[in-house]
């Protein structure tokens, strides 16, 4: 009996400790799920965080590092400078002083000339009045205080004129040559300067075409960079003197222009005054 009982006891404890287990496995899997959930949801939280933070720092890194900035824009003066230097100061400089030079004489010869124009006809007029109203002296002091070749012919005539119209003739046309020759002074040397400029760029070209080509054979193949850049340093120097050359041959046909309008207006004036002294019988003939 004992025996019967020791082994229901026995069987029981069994069940009850199997009973206990099978409810104790689902809980523990239960809890075993949710703790992998929340381990989940705690590592896909962590990896947006990371994300985020590695975009802060991306954006704060590009904002860090400083952007290239870009090449200012060479003014005209700058480029022409940079152009200077490229083309070899050595053949660019005789350029440019031919070039100043030519400046210089065009500029003096325009406010020359522009000096030496007068009203002829108005200028005409009032020495023909001196000679009505006040005879040779009279005419001779208007000469005197007109500015201009036209004027310093009219005194040169006017102070021959006791010596008949024929020695009046000469002088005027003597005198008018020496104030030709004084309104195209220095028209030669402007036109070696124009000459002068184009030829230096020209030969600065030439030798630097031959240093690129010395280049080459010292490097011992032909490289394009080499040959185009020292071919594009070189015609440098031909487009400089080319400019200067097109600038001074502006003014010198001007000049040349405004010359040949005063010689006219000389002559004309010439042959007036000749006519005025013969019609007032100031001289004889």
């Known amino acids: 009996m004992k025996k019967l009982i020791s082994s229901l006891t026995l069987v029981a404890v069994i069940t009850f400790g199997f009973a206990n287990a099978s409810y104790a496995d689902p809980v523990t899997d239960t809890t075993a799920a949710a703790v992998t959930a929340d381990s989940i ?75 030496s124009t007068i009203n002829t006809k108005r200028f005409l007029d009032e020495v023909e009045t001196a000679l009505k109203n006040g005879g040779v002296d009279a005419a001779k002091d208007v000469c005197r205080n007109t500015r201009g070749p036209i004027a310093s012919i009219f005194y040169q005539g006017l102070d021959r004129s ?11 046309v003597a005198y008018g040559g020496v104030q030709m020759g004084l309104l195209e002074k220095g028209l030669s040397w402007l036109s070696l300067f124009i000459a002068l400029a184009p030829m230096l760029g020209f030969m600065g070209t030439v030798i630097g075409m031959i240093q690129a080509f010395e280049q080459i054979v010292k490097d011992g193949q032909v490289s394009p960079i080499t040959v185009a850049g020292g071919i594009q340093v070189a015609l440098l120097t031909t487009v400089f003197g080319l400019i200067s050359a097109i600038f001074l041959q502006i003014f010198y046909n001007y000049i040349v222009s405004k010359v040949d309008g005063i010689v006219n207006e000389m002559e004309d004036a010439s042959i007036s005054l000749i006519d005025m002294m013969l019609k007032l019988k100031v001289a004889k003939a």
């Not at 949801?41 to 704060?60: L, R, Y």
């Not at 090449?71 to 490229?86: N, R, T, Y």
């Not at 006791?162 to 005027?172: A, L, Q, R, T």
């Open 162 to 172: 006791e010596e008949g119209i024929d020695m009046v003739e000469k002088s005027v």
């Open 41 to 115: 949801e705690k590592a896909q939280a962590a990896a947006q965080a990371a994300a985020v933070s590695d975009a802060a720092n991306n954006d704060n890194s590009k904002s860090a590092t400083p952007e290239p900035e870009k090449e200012a824009d060479l003014s005209f003066v700058q480029k022409l400078k940079q152009s200077f230097i490229q083309g070899d100061p050595f053949w660019m400089t005789p350029v440019l002083i031919c070039l100043i030079i030519g400046l210089a004489l065009s500029i003096e010869r325009i406010v020359y000339l522009n000096l």
